[in-house]
Structure formats: C-alpha cells, structure tokens
C-alpha cells in the first residue's frame, strides 16, 4: 500500500454526451498524462480514445464506480489552445466538448497505426514561382495592415474584385512563414480553394497544405499529422473544418470572402461559424488577423466603424477599373408588350446573340435548381407533395423524376393527377434546367452548359465545365449561386440575372444585405482584363431599393443598421434558434407549450415562438422553432449555460421522443 495521492483526468469522450466523466490515471503514466493527452478508456463497456481536459487531485463528484485509464497514446496530443478552444465551441454554440471532438476528428478514431503517407513530389522539379510585383495601392495597403498586425488589431480589407487581395494576402503570408509560425488562409468553399490551390502552390510549394471535407481521410490525416508535429512553418489552405487542426503555433490567420454564410456549419452539430472560430482561434495564439471581401458583411462593417477594426479600402482593380453596366428589365411590363419569349425577354435574348457573335461569354444566374420548383394539375389544381415532408415535389425533366430537395426522395414522374386521376400534371415555375433548355431552343447554334448542384456532383464534372468555360469552349453557362464565387473568367462579358426577386423571397433578416452582395460578386465574375461587363437584371420589382444601391455602387446600410438596432437584430442582439422535431405532433405541442412557459419566466430573454418554419414536416418528422434574443451584455454567457442546462434537462425528463438542438447566430 502506497499513500500517493490518487490523480484523475477529466477527459472528452467522442460522443454526444451531457455532463463529466474522470478516470484514475494509473501511477506509471502519472507523468505523462496532461492536458491535451490522448488516453484508451472503457465507457460503458466499450473502448474510445478520449482526450484528456483537465487533470486534478479532486475526487471527481459523481455517481459510479471510477474507473482507471487504461493505456497513454503517444498521439493526437493536443496543445493547451486546441483544449481551449474546444471549449469555447462547445459553450459558445450550445453543445458538448464531446461533439466538438467528432467534428475535429471526421475519421472516427485516430489511432496510432496510421498509415504513413507518402509525400507527394509533384513540385520538386519546377521552378519556384515568383508572387505578383506589388503595385503601389497594394504596397500601401500591405503595409499599413502590417502596422494593425504588429499592434495586434483585426484589419477588414475590403476590395472589388480584381484588387489584388490574393497578392496581399500571399505577401502577408511569406513574412509570417520567414518568422517560423503558421499561417491560416480560410475560404469558404471547396471550388475556390481548388482554384487558388494551384497558384498558392507555385509560390509556397511544400509549405502548402490543404484541408477540406472534400480529401480523402488519408488526405486529411496527413495534413493533420504535419502540424501536429510542427515540423513546419506551413501556410494551410483550408475551409471551416481547418480550425480543428491541432496548431501549436500559429502566426496569421486570412478570412477570405469574409461575408459568406458558407462559413457556418448548420448540420451536423457543432453548428458552428468558421470565420468567428477562427478568430477566437487566432487570438488563443496571439496571431494576426486580416479579413477581406469585396462586399464585407454589415457585421464588419460595423465592426470596423465602431473601431474594433481597422478597415482598409483597395478600390482599384489590379488590371483594369470598369465598373458594369446594370440594365433593370421589368418583366411584367415587357410581358404586357409581348416583348417576352418564356422566361427570357427579348432584350436580353439580342444583348446574348451579340456578346455571342462577338466571341465572349455570358453567364445566366438562376437561384433555383431542377427543371421547375413544382407541377400542378391544370385541372383541379393538385401540387404533388413529398409524402415524408411538407413541401412541395420539384421537377427534374432530364431524369424524369419528381424529387424532394428536403429528403432526396424521388417518385417517376407522371402527367396523371393523383388527385382527380386526369393527365393535367404540368410543370410550375422555372429552375435552372429549364433556364438552359428554353436558351438551347432559342440560340441552337450556342454551346451551353449548366453548373449546378445537379450537374457538379462529382469533383471531376465540376472541374471539367469551369475549365470548360475558362477555355472558351462554351458559349453560355446557366447556373445557381454556387456561380457567384470567385471564378475568374477573362471572356465573361454578360451576366444575366433570371427571376432576380426570388433572391429576395426568404424569411432571412439579411436577404437585403445578401441579395446585394450576391449582385456584387456576380457582376465581378466579368469583364476583368480590359472591358467593362454588362449585367441585366430581370424582375417583376423594378423598384426596389437593393437594384438602386447596386446601379448606385452603394453599400451603405446606415438605415438597416438603424432598422436592425430598433427592431433588435444582429449585431446588436445575439439570435439563438432552437429546433425541436417529433414523430409525435401531439407530443411536440405539449412540449412546446411547457417550453414557452419556462422561457417567459426566464430572465434577460426576448423570445418569439413556437412558429412553424416554412418547411415543417421533413422526413416525417414534424417541426417547431423558438428564436431567442439575447442583449449583448457581460453576463450573456452566464444566461446562455443557464439556458442550456435548464432546457437539456427539461428534454430529458419531458422530451417523449423529442429532439431538441441550439443554432447560435443561426443566419
Ligand atoms: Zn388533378
Ligand atoms: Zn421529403
């Protein structure tokens, strides 16, 4: 019998799992295991990898026999700043340290027989490439972010597209690599990292990494393993799953494309924001941080205006500084004239033929996918529903399928109405597929494709018609949003904006704010060498004020910032939605009723609720949401946990099948 002291380490089990579990760390690993280690446990008779939190010589208080760990494993071991920052995840956006666990670790178990794998040599043999010369706007801009980097303030870089942010970025970037530390360039989406990857490559060649949900796990095991060991400095190329990489030292942190919502997460959980991790993921470090956009987010903005950051303006395009010329058409005035043909009117159709004919490409903007968004029965009026969702069936012509966007289910399609039994089923409303069919008919002779979630499932496909198009080998590419990302194509020269208004029909506080970005960045997809680009814009509102700030080039929200104060929206609320789904509707009600109660007793908390959303039976699940407004004072973290553990335990002893989640700053 010995008289040491027992130890114990909490540790995070890579489950969804409420409250503490601490194990008795054995006497002959006791110098080892801290904070960060990782450890072989047995949890409820089964075997995990846990991490180790915290370790302590305070008898952990809970139920249950403690059990011993059973072995130390040489790796993941983790730094105190990832520890951290799992931490802040959890409480910040409402969930377990458990479940930010299985986000930083996609591949189930990271195990200590991994496979080494081989590096790549594909670089060796090439010669370096040089990054851009600077031009002198840039010089200037660099600099004074330099100055905001070294007195530790965030810097907001905003600048049109074809400013140059990406040799700024690539200066700021060498420098940090020069003083040994890491550097983190966030995008937030796959297609623009597999663009910016080749010339990033060029410039830093074994220095770059990449990581993304879209590798292989080997892929990403590797990335992971290269910066565990810190054998760097490396500059890693990432989309919002980098902030899981276990830096030990980590010198710059880049944002780009700063006000995409593709920086959320939004299932599964953690339901987290890569841009506003990363920042708290720089600040552990002490690191740099710089943030761009040609259309920042109202957020920085006012950010910036306030002082917390520091904004420096690039508005000169690196080769050239035309700005497009907007054409609005009013398509219920030109229907009234006969000027339409289907969707198209016939303006547009003559400023397509001629950017045609002039060797240059167009691009046509719908912001819905499939052939239509539904059928209907010409006649009794039937809309063919999902049978597991409340939503409407969207027509796919090109499979023959009616499908469901919510649950992917899909039935063949049939002009017979279930309904009255007659063969009155035609299609409603135009996607994307049918935006390229009617452009097909009318110009025969064009090359045309379509790029949508449809036609880009695989990674090859989607590569093949960007390069396609980049090449000059088609004429017209018909696309959704994911078109208005960063793509560079020099011959661009019309853009074409089908159903403008349907960018407006959200329940979204921000479809304002967003609509004009995605104008923005749409326009700047053209005309970036020499010539000035033209956008048309269709809609049956002519009038509406975002059309007005977009032909004026102005960005400024002033009076949106004062609605939003007023009415208590972000950023001068904090919104947490909460989602609670049931088989059982009568259970779900129940539920909900309770709910509504304990939150009107519940101090410091504005809610609205329980509504229905939009869509509110998905996969036969039946759907409530609360929205919760949270002022922006001190203790809000402390209302927050209260919520959160109230609300937990109200589920577990009232749920009756329910589930339950939290999205923090849901839009
Ligand atoms: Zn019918
Ligand atoms: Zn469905």
């Given at each position: 019998m010995t008289n040491h002291k027992v130890i114990f380490a909490k540790v995070i089990l890579p489950l969804r799992f409420e409250g503490e579990v601490s194990y008795i760390v054995p006497e002959s690993i006791v110098k080892e295991v801290k904070p960060g280690s990782s450890v072989k446990v047995k949890f409820s008779g089964r075997d995990y990898i846990a991490i180790v939190e915290e370790v302590t010589s305070e008898n952990p208080n809970y139920k249950g026999r403690i059990l011993e760990i059973e072995s130390i494993i040489e790796k993941p071991l983790l730094s105190s700043q990832v520890i951290e920052l799992w931490r802040w995840i959890a409480d910040y956006y409402m969930c377990t340290t458990g479940e930010v666990y299985r986000a930083a670790f996609p591949s189930a178990s990271f195990n200590q027989t991994v496979k080494r794998v081989k590096k790549r040599?594909?670089?060796?043999?090439?010669?370096?490439?040089?990054?851009?010369?600077?031009?002198?706007?840039?010089?200037?801009?660099?600099?004074?972010?330099?100055?905001?980097?070294?007195?530790?303030?965030?810097?907001?870089?905003?600048?049109?597209?074809?400013?140059?942010?990406?040799?700024?970025?690539?200066?700021?970037?060498?420098?940090?690599?020069?003083?040994?530390?890491?550097?983190?360039?966030?995008?937030?989406?796959?297609?623009?990292?597999?663009?910016?990857?080749?010339?990033?490559?060029?410039?830093?060649?074994?220095?770059?990494?990449?990581?993304?949900?879209?590798?292989?796990?080997?892929?990403?095991?590797?990335?992971?393993?290269?910066?565990?060991?810190?054998?760097?400095?490396?500059?890693?190329?990432?989309?919002?799953?980098?902030?899981?990489?276990?830096?030990?030292?980590?010198?710059?942190?880049?944002?780009?494309?700063?006000?995409?919502?593709?920086?959320?997460?939004?299932?599964?959980?953690?339901?987290?924001?890569?841009?506003?991790?990363?920042?708290?993921?720089?600040?552990?470090?002490?690191?740099?941080?710089?943030?761009?956009?040609?259309?920042?987010?109202?957020?920085?903005?006012?950010?910036?205006?306030?002082?917390?950051?520091?904004?420096?303006?690039?508005?000169?395009?690196?080769?050239?500084?035309?700005?497009?010329?907007?054409?609005?058409?009013?398509?219920?005035?030109?229907?009234?004239?006969?000027?339409?043909?289907?969707?198209?009117?016939?303006?547009?159709?003559?400023?397509?033929?001629?950017?045609?004919?002039?060797?240059?490409?167009?691009?046509?903007?719908?912001?819905?996918?499939?052939?239509?968004?539904?059928?209907?029965?010409?006649?009794?009026?039937?809309?063919?529903?999902?049978?597991?969702?409340?939503?409407?069936?969207s027509y796919h012509k090109s499979k023959g399928l009616l499908s469901c966007h919510y649950c992917g289910q899909s039935i063949r399609f049939n002009t017979i109405c279930t309904k009255c039994g007659k063969p009155g089923l035609k299609e409603r409303g135009s996607g994307t597929e049918m935006v390229e069919e009617q452009i097909a008919k009318l110009l025969p002779k064009a090359r045309i494709a379509r790029f949508d979630a449809e036609t880009t499932q695989s990674r090859g496909e989607q590569k093949r018609i960007i390069k396609e198009f980049a090449k000059g080998e088609l004429d017209i590419l018909v696309g959704t949003q994911m078109l208005s990302k960063g793509f560079d194509f020099s011959k661009l020269n019309l853009i074409i904006i089908i159903h403008a208004d349907s960018m407006f029909s959200t329940e979204d506080f921000r479809a304002g704010e967003r609509a004009l970005q995605m104008l923005?960045?749409?326009?700047?997809?053209?005309?970036?060498?020499?010539?000035?680009?033209?956008?048309?814009?269709?809609t049956a509102q002519p009038d509406n004020n975002i059309y007005r700030m977009f032909i004026e080039g102005n960005d400024d929200f002033g009076t949106e910032l004062s609605e939003r104060k007023e009415f208590g929206y972000p950023p001068?609320?904090?919104?947490?939605?909460?989602?609670?789904k049931n088989k059982n509707i009568r259970e779900l009600h129940n539920f909900a009723a309770k709910y509504t109660d304990y939150l009107n007793t519940a101090d410091s908390i504005r809610f609205t609720g329980p509504f229905a959303p939009p869509v509110d039976i998905v996969r036969g699940e039946h759907i409530l949401n609360f929205l919760i407004k949270l002022p922006r004072t001190k203790d809000v973290r402390s209302v927050k946990r209260a919520l959160y553990d109230h609300t937990v335990k109200m589920v577990k002893n009232e749920g009756h099948g329910l589930k339950l989640w939290f999205d923090v700053d849901p839009y």
């Amino acid at each position: 019998m010995t008289n040491h002291k027992v130890i114990f380490a909490k540790v995070i089990l890579p489950l969804r799992f409420e409250g503490e579990v601490s194990y008795i760390v054995p006497e002959s690993i006791v110098k080892e295991v801290k904070p960060g280690s990782s450890v072989k446990v047995k949890f409820s008779g089964r075997d995990y990898i846990a991490i180790v939190e915290e370790v302590t010589s305070e008898n952990p208080n809970y139920k249950g026999r403690i059990l011993e760990i059973e072995s130390i494993i040489e790796k993941p071991l983790l730094s105190s700043q990832v520890i951290e920052l799992w931490r802040w995840i959890a409480d910040y956006y409402m969930c377990t340290t458990g479940e930010v666990y299985r986000a930083a670790f996609p591949s189930a178990s990271f195990n200590q027989t991994v496979k080494r794998v081989k590096k790549r040599t594909q670089t060796t043999e090439k010669e370096r490439e040089l990054p851009n010369e600077l031009s002198d706007k840039q010089k200037n801009a660099c600099s004074k972010i330099s100055e905001q980097l070294s007195a530790g303030v965030t810097t907001l870089l905003k600048g049109v597209t074809g400013s140059g942010k990406t040799e700024i970025y690539i200066s700021l970037a060498e420098e940090v690599l020069n003083s040994g530390r890491n550097v983190l360039y966030m995008l937030p989406e796959i297609a623009l990292s597999r663009q910016l990857s080749h010339r990033l490559e060029k410039i830093f060649r074994d220095k770059l990494l990449i990581y993304h949900s879209g590798q292989t796990a080997s892929e990403r095991r590797s990335v992971f393993e290269k910066i565990m060991e810190g054998s760097g400095p490396y500059i890693v190329l990432g989309l919002r799953s980098a902030v899981f990489l276990p830096f030990s030292s980590l010198g710059l942190v880049i944002i780009d494309e700063e006000h995409d919502s593709s920086y959320k997460q939004n299932e599964p959980s953690p339901r987290y924001n890569g841009h506003d991790t990363a920042l708290v993921l720089a600040k552990l470090f002490n690191a740099g941080v710089v943030m761009g956009s040609a259309t920042p987010s109202l957020e920085s903005l006012y950010n910036a205006l306030s002082g917390r950051y520091t904004l420096v303006e690039l508005n000169e395009k690196y080769y050239s500084d035309h700005s497009p010329r907007i054409e609005i058409i009013d398509t219920i005035r030109e229907e009234k004239r006969g000027q339409m043909e289907g969707i198209f009117s016939r303006k547009t159709i003559s400023a397509i033929e001629s950017c045609i004919s002039s060797g240059e490409q167009v691009l046509i903007f719908r912001n819905r996918r499939s052939y239509s968004p539904f059928v209907q029965c010409i006649y009794c009026g039937h809309i063919p529903m999902c049978t597991s969702c409340n939503v409407s069936v969207s027509y796919h012509k090109s499979k023959g399928l009616l499908s469901c966007h919510y649950c992917g289910q899909s039935i063949r399609f049939n002009t017979i109405c279930t309904k009255c039994g007659k063969p009155g089923l035609k299609e409603r409303g135009s996607g994307t597929e049918m935006v390229e069919e009617q452009i097909a008919k009318l110009l025969p002779k064009a090359r045309i494709a379509r790029f949508d979630a449809e036609t880009t499932q695989s990674r090859g496909e989607q590569k093949r018609i960007i390069k396609e198009f980049a090449k000059g080998e088609l004429d017209i590419l018909v696309g959704t949003q994911m078109l208005s990302k960063g793509f560079d194509f020099s011959k661009l020269n019309l853009i074409i904006i089908i159903h403008a208004d349907s960018m407006f029909s959200t329940e979204d506080f921000r479809a304002g704010e967003r609509a004009l970005q995605m104008l923005t960045q749409l326009a700047g997809r053209g005309g970036r060498r020499d010539k000035e680009a033209s956008v048309i814009i269709q809609t049956a509102q002519p009038d509406n004020n975002i059309y007005r700030m977009f032909i004026e080039g102005n960005d400024d929200f002033g009076t949106e910032l004062s609605e939003r104060k007023e009415f208590g929206y972000p950023p001068f609320v904090r919104l947490i939605k909460i989602i609670i789904k049931n088989k059982n509707i009568r259970e779900l009600h129940n539920f909900a009723a309770k709910y509504t109660d304990y939150l009107n007793t519940a101090d410091s908390i504005r809610f609205t609720g329980p509504f229905a959303p939009p869509v509110d039976i998905v996969r036969g699940e039946h759907i409530l949401n609360f929205l919760i407004k949270l002022p922006r004072t001190k203790d809000v973290r402390s209302v927050k946990r209260a919520l959160y553990d109230h609300t937990v335990k109200m589920v577990k002893n009232e749920g009756h099948g329910l589930k339950l989640w939290f999205d923090v700053d849901p839009y």
